[in-house]
């Protein structure tokens, strides 16, 4: 890990926020692109829909100069060009990605960061192939235990300079799953996610799958890189070393019905048969076996797909006699092991993985 | 003009901010996609990087069973199809789009509206046919005055239900660089740019190019829809009627240099020979002749390439001697008529048209 600390940058972005937002994350919401919910109507989210979260510039990486380094403990160390990687045996994965982060801004008090509401989350179709071929080939050495990867996009977060980087144990690593992506939903990576390469871990929310990926290194110890020792974990209190972020927990969204206000968002329903719909995921892997719809506190079950791709959200719907007058819709899912979302976000200091129900206010008239 | 005042939603949205930013402000910030300023390397921005501001929910629309009409003042009303626009005669220009609001969450107090800071730009490669073949095809009555253009989408704003939608003067929508659009960048548009068919009207702030574009009518009178008549105007103070809102300003934005810190975005540039790039353009198709690099409040003029495409941004560079410390670094484009940019922005009530010089705090090391 190459970290310089730096006199020029706090150690703390500053002090946990309430109420309105700073300008700082109204910046960050800028440079993030995030879901309009009405684009869940999308089996697979359409490029520029999709969310993006890069914690620094985005990188310009020239797909014909481009090599990957493959080295640390492995037999040979590689430098791949991209011809090279495509030509591996390929998949093609359907995978919903969520941000850690997603929900922060519903949080309070609210860690300064990217304050997301509900939109950090996509499903795109990604080809790549299966990491394991890369890492076979340099030959991973008896006493390596994890897989690092580092990008190409460089910044500094409290204060510490890094590479974003991220590791995987190497059991996770090898899955079939774990793809070297070039590509999303049958064209070349954009920019904001990660041109011309990018790790893909499925169910893993979206810190694990490194973008601009230049760099892989075999390790005998655990990866000491910021985003995996600070960046990304659950902590009930500063200073709690806390516990490592991994798999995506079960959510669901609701695309809101009807029209809505310019700027309030606030929405306005015709009344009569009205089809609430959207999607649900555990991003885990592990299938949602129900969803309900919440009417003004009242929960009934909505129709929901089977699972079809292990690692993309399903679809759902439900159909509401919406009556004149205010009313809250809110939905919820619960995954094959019961797990299911809570009615009120779960505090952590840093704001992660908040799956928490959606609610949404409506005026039928 | 279908305008239904609805009781659930207020006529203002709320009285102007300061300081911190709404959750209102932060979810159009989510919702509407912003240009990252590193992306101004590129001539032509890539999907999912150019800028987004849609009123409402983004409509999906059939393409192949898409009709565009176009009625009111004409000899023959028409209903076309996908297929017949693109038989008429084809141009592809480049176009640099700003939205009219951007800088609006830079002036103070600031009006409740989208925020931008400085990113609601982009440039794109914009296929279509010229709007007139359309209008040369219905056969415009010796009475009309005005072209109506009328999106799918469909919401409030101040209290008024409409479509979105915005007018020419029967002159401007007669030139041939007024297109109506379905290709960018050589793709059919996004659902986000106007699926399947959009209004390009090159010179002008993003408003008047209408997506998702269904209905042309031709006017004996001035339009009178909501987006025309009360949205986009000029206003020095409540109930100004204001002046509307037309071409874009000049205007200039640098790529920061260095690399960021995470939350505050601010700059870390190693001393020595930094090459500051970025664009300027005055949007309005008249050409850029200076750009002026500001440090520390001292101008000197930067290199500029010419004007290629009329209606795109032009290329500046300056090479900048950094010196350890923090220094304010600003860029400033004066176009052919001698019109330039202000120092501070100009504040008007609803925050439109802010080309205020762009300012960025470094830190040199």
New interface residues.
């Given amino acids: 890990m190459t970290a310089r600390a730096?006199p020029?940058?706090g150690r703390e972005?500053?002090p946990h926020l309430e109420?309105?937002?700073?300008?700082?994350?109204?910046?960050?919401?800028?440079?993030n692109?995030?879901l309009?919910l009405?684009?869940l109507?999308?089996d697979v989210t359409?490029?520029?829909?999709?969310y993006?979260l890069?914690?620094?510039?985005?990188p310009?990486l020239d797909a014909a100069g481009f090599r990957l380094a493959v080295g640390g403990r492995v037999a040979r160390t590689l430098s791949l060009t991209l011809d090279e990687i495509r030509r591996l045996p390929a998949r093609t994965l359907r995978v919903t990605l969520e941000c850690a982060g997603n929900g922060r801004?519903l949080m309070s008090p609210r860690y300064?960061?990217m304050?997301?509401?509900h939109?950090g989350v996509g499903t795109a179709e990604w080809t790549g192939t299966p990491l394991r071929h890369a890492l076979e080939q340099a030959g991973v050495a008896a006493d390596a235990s994890e897989i690092a990867f580092l990008g190409a996009d460089?910044?500094?977060?409290r204060g510490v300079?890094h590479d974003y980087g991220r590791s995987l144990k190497l059991a996770d690593a090898s899955s079939d799953d774990v793809l070297l992506a070039y590509a999303m939903n049958g064209a070349p990576l954009?920019?904001?996610?990660g041109s011309p390469l990018r790790l893909l871990v499925p169910g893993w929310y979206g810190m694990a799958s490194v973008k601009w990926l230049t760099r892989i290194e075999a390790l005998d110890r655990p990866f000491d890189g910021f985003q995996q020792v600070v960046g990304y974990r659950y902590r009930k209190f500063a200073g709690d070393p806390g516990v490592p972020i991994t798999f995506a927990k079960p959510k669901s969204l609701m695309a809101p019905p009807g029209?809505?206000?310019?700027?309030?968002?606030?929405r306005?329903v015709e009344q009569g048969e009205v089809t609430l719909a959207g999607r649900a995921w555990s991003g885990a892997g592990i299938a949602i076996v129900r969803v309900d719809v919440g009417v003004d506190g009242a929960w009934r079950e909505a129709a929901l797909e089977p699972q079809r791709d292990r690692f993309a959200w399903q679809g759902w719907r439900f159909e509401w006699r919406a009556i004149p007058g205010e009313h809250e819709l809110a939905v919820r899912a619960t995954d094959a092991t019961g797990a299911t979302q809570p009615l009120e976000p779960e505090w952590n200091t840093n704001g992660m993985g908040n799956n928490a129900v959606q609610r949404v206010q409506v005026?039928v008239?």
Same sequence: chains 1, 2.
């Avoid at 109420?19 to 440079?31: C, I, P, Q, S």
């Avoid at 359409?46 to 999709?50: D, M, T, W």
């Avoid at 954009?190 to 996610?193: K, N, V």
Wanted: proline share 11%; hydrophobic share 35%; charged share 25%.
């Fill in positions: 730096n020029f940058f972005p500053r109420g309105d937002f700073a300008r700082e994350e109204l910046a960050l919401a800028h440079r692109s995030a309009p009405e684009a109507a999308y359409p490029l520029g829909l999709h993006t890069s914690h620094f510039d985005l310009r801004g300064p960061s304050p997301w509401l939109e460089r910044g500094f977060d300079e954009a920019p904001q996610h029209i809505p206000d310019w700027f309030t968002r606030r306005l005026t008239r």
